[in-house]
């Protein structure tokens, strides 16, 4: 158990729609990343937030977004949702001071139907 | 840009058999750190290793080993007498160097290789 949690572990939804995935990170990290993993595509980065604000943005449509809240947990939502968004949604948190270890979450399947 | 190229898009073993999974990285940072991630079939990524761009020390951590080598850009990793248990999907990941003390830290990975071990 790396101690990140990520809701839902499953989410089947039809295309069109919005979707929130939420991830809390071990206790203590500052540092939240999103991941996406799909067939094509392989694990991407998505974006990275920093203690409630956005840090570093990867290949991530406009149609997704991200935040941090003050209890550092983050949300994930993905909105106008297409068949090829379905995939496995990561997220990771990583340790202050410089440690550069990202320790994952069991991750969210997302199906869109 | 960077980039992670593991070669070998599956390997498949005998129980007992030694096998090295192979990782190549492309990178124009001259500090990086390198990752093997597992992922079994349950689907959750496990931290398996950490190697910074200065330590080219190879390690071993019981049946798993790690070879960096910088002159040739590569991480490659080694299981010693496989078991079924280590069938899963490894990946090997590059973060970019630090800037101005702060590493934004994403990983770049590359596509993976499935390993499946037979009893």
């Known amino acids: 158990d790396s101690g990140v949690t990520q809701t839902p572990k499953h989410l089947i939804t039809a295309t069109g729609q919005r979707v929130t995935l939420r991830c809390s990170p071990r206790?203590?990290?500052?540092?939240v990343y999103w991941y996406q993993q799909s067939l094509d595509q392989g694990l991407q980065f998505l974006i990275q937030y920093y203690n409630g604000e956005e840090r570093a943005k990867g290949n991530i449509l406009e149609r997704f977004s991200a935040q941090q809240f003050p209890d550092l947990h983050s949300e994930l939502n993905l909105s106008s949702l297409e068949l090829g968004d379905s995939a496995l949604y990561f997220c990771a948190s990583r340790p202050a001071g410089g440690v550069d270890t990202q320790y994952f979450g069991p991750g969210t399947r997302l199906t869109v139907l | 840009a960077q980039k992670v190229t593991q070669a070998q898009t599956e390997i498949s073993v005998v129980e007992k058999e030694d096998v090295t999974l192979d990782c190549v990285y492309e990178?124009?940072?001259?500090?990086?750190?390198l990752f093997w991630y597992k992922q079994p079939p349950s689907g959750e990524l496990v931290f398996l290793i950490r190697?910074?761009?200065?330590?080219?020390q190879n390690e071993i951590s019981g049946r798993y080993s790690w070879n960096f080598q910088k002159s040739t850009s590569s991480f490659n990793f080694t299981i010693t007498a496989s078991q079924v248990v280590d069938s899963a999907v490894y990946f090997c990941a590059l973060s970019e160097a630090q800037a101005g003390g702060t590493s934004y830290g994403k990983l770049t990975f590359g596509q993976g290789t499935i390993l499946t071990v037979h009893p």
């Open positions: 206790s203590g990290d500052l540092s």
């Open positions: 990178t124009r940072d001259t500090t990086y750190y």
């Open positions: 190697r910074n761009s200065f330590d080219e």
